[in-house]
């Protein structure tokens, strides 16, 4: 009797639990709501610019997507990397190119865009279609292009009357007069992992473009003359103070330095203009950019390119729907529509880009008129496990630049490691 | 020797007072950058004041960007129906394990109470691959599920104590009247242990609004997941603005320190529980 | 003889949900973990045995040793800085009167959540946080210290964060412990004309040894598990240098998709929680056969 009134007394707790649960789950109508995955948190979070982007295709297409973004990019990579075999899989979700596509293209994970690729064919040109061709399937396309050139402070440069440097020679005398002014001449860190391959990239395309390529692909090793050499350079760039402590933020921090001219100079993204730079009262005007010069002068001019693809998963539900809203994002007014809010250059190359700051389209009238060769981001034009053990690596080099001999054994280690396993 | 005594009492309060400087210096740091905005903080020192009030503008952005109080009734609800079911459950468990005392009873609280050993990361690959197999990835059932039994080992563990220095005086009284164990769990057991109760509530509803782990990896919608990961989602990758963030420090704080305020009396002042932690 | 097995049931049957919820949600994702532990898998593609040779692995990989002397140093630490500065605390507030601001002040950290808490110190120790606006401002000299990127600065940085907030538990749970010490012993020691020091050695300190021990195997198991506030503050880096073993299986599993490796780490860290918390629960079993 007793223990029939405590089994009663439990169930109605645990019922309305139930209830309460299976009443809050997505409500089942007949309109079609996909969904799409992204890590951009942070400042600025890219959830209200995909909020927007929803509006835009439900108008165009008749269907919206919500977002879901994840607060790390370790835990978003697990998340999707596991969802992707399910029938959770997101419809839509934002990863990286090269290498850390070629991953989820291997193991079968992403739906193949050939057909959008051949209907858009005259927008995008050839060697972006390379860029996401894996076997022979064209898989993702760019959300937005991001370059990365040299952010610097106008003011600075006019107070200490500089020019903006176009040899390696012109730029050293810019850091070493910014030094002489009290002002270190670069943002730098190694708080949050990635940003230590920044540097590196950029020594070692100022070397030579091609050794950059053959270290990232495996033909080269790291403890090549050319790569040390490049380290060392940078190993006495530090010594001489060009950047700052390694624990600095460049976030919110660094752009209230690099405002109150207490730090000259930040290489990144192109995206660091409207995340970093101007919401935290940096004013536009005072804001240049340019072409890191090469160290090396027979390594002409290079620069950084970082692509932000939108891939779709092949497990995921409402495929044909998906479609149609992936077809109207690759078109030049939905790539715009969507870049728009970040102030960044279209993935569709025939996308309208009247929304660009003036230093923006500069820097693309540059790249596109000096012959400047585009290269991809260290972080997916290498592998990921190298990627992976490569940043710490610069961080511990970025500390203690004495450290060489031990950074380039350990990258030598873990590169011939990885390549021995796939061949 | 009254005189000593008074000297030791001083160097007691002056160290007293230095460590809770020590300890409030962080909590007065970040309050201050709450009410910043972000070129504020970027350009003053902390400890200056702020020139402009960004409190509402930092508010607005976790509100409007970061949508914090979305994640906030969910969080509410996770803490409150997971820790009562657990003091449910553990205080029933309890009971039986020392009172009835089954056969095996040392053993199946040594398996319950495992769960408060092992890291937690070793549950959440499996888990995650359960969840998604049984549809409770990403649902409210699922949190719910997976944090009552989070909190079920260590409420077990507190009421077990508790139960085990009871006196049993009025309970063999209560089976001299003919009393069943359930009638004598719920009209005698219960009653008393409402210090330990106290305590779980404020330790397990707590650890769960506090808990990043589980949600980052067990939910995904903004209608599930559970406060702190919107937290988390405000430093990543781009880089957090810290006086926005601080004002999430702050916003998210508020029930665990109310409910701390409200139950403290429960266990710093009171003995006892002390018998139920031995 | 039916109301001696109803009884036995209804013994078993209050047991059942609490037993069931754990070996669900718990036990066996934690058997799986152990099987996982066996196979190279990266997550995506089929997962292959390798025996025991993520176990063997841990030996030699020079990231395993390190964050295995990191935890070392977490566990040291722990007992020196927080347990003891609880101690000290709680016996100095047994001393005065109206002692409840300063447990407040002392136990407020705690209901704060470790995210926040990260968040809270990242502002603390920034290169041009808070702490070095203060040693630039007293000493007059720019040079900063480079809290979270110094080896081993990094981990003590971070302990002091976790000092922060784990002291007032261990407070609480001293101060539980001194109201139930008898106050004959202490007051007859007083006529015999014994300082305080003395006191506190010979009666208070010998007396909350039951309390003591709680306090230690708590610290040392919390110590071993220590993960959020390390991946909060520091993602255990640069260059893996303020890893602890929670964080390393963190790592190899969600970040290099070593889930085997991982598996296999956690696995290790539980077997050293389970020696060293072994003597307590055999404690218990000794106390519980006491009771009855």
Not at chain 2, 140 to 155: D, K, Q
Not at chain 3, 264 to 285: E, H, N, P, R
């Amino acid at each position: 009797m007793k223990k029939g009134l405590l089994v009663l007394c439990v169930m109605l707790m645990v019922l309305p639990t139930m209830l309460f649960a299976s009443g809050d789950q997505e409500s089942v109508d007949d309109e079609i709501v996909l969904n799409l995955m992204h890590d951009k948190s942070g400042a600025p979070g890219w959830v209200p610019f995909f909020d927007h982007m929803s509006e835009v295709t439900t108008e165009a297409t008749g269907y919206g997507f919500t977002n879901t973004v994840f607060p790390a990019t370790d835990i978003y990579m697990a998340q999707v990397r596991s969802s992707l075999p399910t029938d959770e899989a997101p419809n839509m979700f934002t990863w990286w190119s090269t290498y850390r596509m070629k991953e989820l293209a291997d193991e079968d994970m992403l739906m193949d865009l050939t057909p959008l690729w051949d209907k858009h064919a005259d927008e995008y040109g050839e060697d972006l279609r390379q860029a996401f061709t894996f076997g022979d399937a064209v898989y993702g396309f760019p959300l937005n292009n991001e370059y990365w050139p040299v952010w610097y402070n106008k003011e600075v440069f006019k107070d200490l009357s500089l020019e903006v440097p176009t040899t390696w020679d012109e730029f050293i005398y810019v850091c070493d007069t910014m030094l002489e002014a009290g002002i270190t001449p670069f943002l730098s860190t190694v708080e949050g992992r990635w940003p230590t391959f920044i540097m590196f990239e950029e020594m070692i395309i100022g070397e030579d473009p091609d050794l950059y390529v053959d270290l990232c692909e495996g033909r080269a090793k790291y403890s090549d003359p050319r790569v040390v050499k490049a380290f060392e350079l940078w190993g006495d760039m530090i010594r001489k103070g060009y950047f700052t402590e390694p624990g600095s933020d460049i976030w919110a921090v660094g752009a209230g330095q690099f405002n109150q001219k207490e730090v000259g100079m930040a290489l990144m993204g192109t995206w660091y203009y409207g995340a970093t730079l101007t919401p935290n009262g940096v004013p536009e005007e005072n804001i240049g950019a340019f072409i890191l010069p090469s160290h090396n002068p027979d390594a002409g001019n290079n620069i950084i390119l970082e692509m932000g693809p939108l891939v779709v998963a092949k497990n995921a539900k409402n495929m044909e729907e998906t479609m149609e809203v992936v077809d109207y994002w690759m078109s030049p007014e939905g790539n715009s529509a969507f870049v728009e809010q970040l102030l960044s250059f279209p993935g569709n190359p025939k996308g309208p880009a009247e929304f660009l700051p003036q230093v923006k389209v500069d820097l693309l009238n540059t790249i596109n008129t000096e012959n400047v060769r585009l290269l991809n981001r260290y972080w997916e034009a290498t592998p990921t496990p190298i990627c992976e053990v490569a940043v710490d690596e610069f961080a511990r080099f970025m500390i203690n630049p004495d450290s060489l001999e031990t950074v380039i054994a350990n990258l030598d280690t873990v590169a011939d490691n990885y390549w021995a396993s796939v061949k | 020797m009254k005189k000593k005594l008074s000297s030791s009492m001083l160097i007691i309060y002056t160290a007293l007072v230095l460590l809770a400087i020590i300890w409030i210096l962080p909590i007065a740091a970040s309050l201050l950058a709450a009410f910043k905005t972000p070129a504020d903080f970027g350009s003053h020192k902390f400890y200056q004041f702020p020139t402009s009030f960004g409190l509402i503008g930092n508010l607005r952005d976790i509100f409007e960007v970061y949508r914090l109080h979305d994640h906030f009734l969910s969080s509410m609800y996770y803490s409150m129906v997971a820790t009562f079911l657990a003091i449910i459950f553990s205080s029933m468990a309890a009971y039986s394990l020392i009172r009835l005392k089954p056969r095996f009873s040392f053993l199946l609280f040594i398996i319950i109470y495992s769960g408060t050993i092992f890291p937690f990361q070793m549950y959440l690959i499996p888990l995650y691959k359960t969840f998604n197999n049984l549809g409770l990835y990403n649902t409210r059932l699922g949190m719910i599920l997976v944090y009552t039994a989070l909190v079920i080992p260590f409420s077990l563990f507190v009421y077990r104590g508790f139960f085990t220095t009871m006196p049993r005086s009025i309970e063999e009284a209560a089976i001299i009247d003919g009393c069943s164990s359930t009638g004598i769990y719920l009209k005698i057991c219960m009653p008393q242990a409402f210090a330990p109760t106290a305590v779980i509530a404020l330790f397990q509803m707590t650890w769960i609004w506090n808990d990043l782990l589980f949600g980052m990896i067990l939910s995904k919608s903004v209608a599930i997941r559970p406060i702190m990961v919107a937290m988390a989602t405000m430093a990543g990758i781009g880089g957090g603005s810290i006086p926005r963030q601080m004002t999430g420090v702050l916003f998210t704080s508020i029930p665990t320190v109310i409910l701390f305020i409200s139950l403290q009396k429960y266990f710093i002042a009171g003995n006892s529980t002390v018998s139920s932690l031995k | 003889m039916n109301e001696r097995k109803s009884k036995i049931l209804i013994s078993y049957l209050f047991v059942l949900p609490a037993l069931l919820f754990v070996v669900v949600f718990l036990l066996i994702p934690m058997i799986q973990n152990v099987y996982y532990s066996f196979f190279a898998w990266n997550g995506l593609s089929k997962p292959i045995f390798i025996g025991l040779k993520n176990f063997q692995k841990c030996f030699v990989d020079p990231n395993f040793v390190r964050s295995f002397m990191n935890t070392i140093i977490w566990v040291v630490f722990t007992l020196l800085v927080p347990v003891s500065f609880a101690l000290l605390v709680a016996v100095f507030l047994k001393e005065i009167k109206g002692g409840s601001f300063f447990k407040g002040v002392f136990f407020i950290p705690l209901t704060i959540s470790f995210v926040s808490t990260g968040v809270i110190w990242i502002n603390m120790f920034s290169t041009k946080g808070v702490l070095n606006t203060i040693i630039t401002a007293v000493t007059r000299n720019p040079d900063t210290v480079s809290w979270l990127t110094q080896v081993p600065l990094n981990t003590i940085a971070m302990l002091i964060a976790w000092t922060w907030q784990q002291m007032g538990v261990y407070m609480v749970l001293f101060l539980m412990g001194l109201t139930t010490i008898p106050q004959d012993p202490i007051e007859a020691a007083v006529i015999d004309g014994a300082n305080k020091f003395q006191i506190f050695k010979a009666v208070t300190f010998p007396m909350l040894q039951p309390i003591t021990t709680v306090v230690i195997t708590q610290a040392i198991v919390n110590s071993f598990k220590t993960f959020d506030l390390i991946y909060v503050i520091t993602h255990g880096g640069p260059y893996r240098s303020s890893e602890t073993m929670a964080v390393t299986m963190y790592r190899e599993t969600f970040s290099m998709f070593n889930m085997g490796y991982g598996a296999a780490i956690s696995l290790v860290l539980s077997a050293i929680i389970i020696i060293i918390s072994g003597g307590y629960v055999k404690s218990q079993l000794k106390q519980d056969l006491l009771h009855y």
